[in-house]
């Protein structure tokens, strides 16, 4: 199993533009997570979708972010347009939610994107 | 509404010395605890977890982990540390299925192991 996947492992960016953070799941997980790292405010989590639909979005911080889940193998966290303060490494994890606890809240992290806008 | 507390952001430790990091957690509902470590430029890994059952989780690379409702803590412990133990620890509690399936984490403690 490759893990979760994410890319771009690293961004720079410049203020204004338009950036798409992409996440590859496990396979036969049916849950997906968006966190965001800073130093200042640690890890935030955005948005969660389970069998590819939003359940919680209460963390995206403005309407410049929106996350999508086309299909249970894809989703992409994208910003437009980016300011300074988006800075962070973003982070993608997955789950497989089960009928009893065996799993339960048990998350697998990509390795991040960190991205910087200037 | 949870919430989890890391009292220490940083904890330097020598080779070999014992280690603990302390967790605190607010919830007025039945939660399940997790402790996780981030290594340099890197995701976060699963080092244990507390669902039911004993209050004494053993997980991986010898640590363990104590849940007290009581005092409504879950520290994390390691009888003696490696080099390789230098990382992030993030403390995190979820609700049960019902509330949903995400997790709350913890500011996380910076561990430096000297030799």
């Known amino acids: 199993d490759a893990g979760v996947i994410q890319s771009p492992r690293h961004e720079v960016t410049e203020m204004g533009q338009e950036v798409t953070l992409r996440c590859k799941p496990i396979s036969g997980h049916n849950s997906l997570f968006w966190y965001r790292q800073t130093m200042m405010r640690g890890l935030e989590l955005l948005i969660y979708f389970n069998n590819n639909v939003p359940i919680d979005d209460s963390g995206m911080p403005e309407d410049r972010f929106s996350a999508k889940m086309p299909n249970a193998s894809f989703s992409t966290l994208k910003i437009q347009p980016s300011e300074p303060r988006d800075s962070a490494v973003y982070f993608c994890?997955?789950?497989?939610?089960?009928?009893?606890?065996?799993?339960?809240?048990?998350?697998?992290f990509g390795a991040g994107s960190r991205l910087t806008v200037l | 509404a949870q919430s989890v507390t890391q009292l220490d952001s940083q904890v330097p430790v020598f080779e070999e010395a014992p280690v603990e990091l302390r967790c605190n957690y607010s919830?007025?509902?039945?939660?399940?605890l997790f402790w996780y470590v981030q290594y340099p430029n890197q995701g976060l890994q699963l080092l244990l977890k507390y669902l039911s059952g004993s209050t004494l989780v053993k997980g991986i690379n010898g640590f363990e982990a104590e849940f007290n409702k009581s005092q409504t803590s879950f520290h994390l412990r390691k009888p003696s540390v490696h080099i390789s133990d230098t990382a992030e620890y993030f403390c995190?509690?979820?609700?049960?299925?019902?509330?949903?399936?995400?997790?709350?984490f913890g500011g996380g403690t910076r561990v430096l192991v000297k030799p």
């Open positions: 995190a509690v979820g609700r049960d299925k019902a509330a949903g399936n995400k997790l709350t």
């Open positions: 994890a997955s789950s497989r939610e089960r009928a009893d606890l065996s799993g339960a809240n048990v998350l697998t």
């Open positions: 919830s007025s509902v039945s939660v399940y």
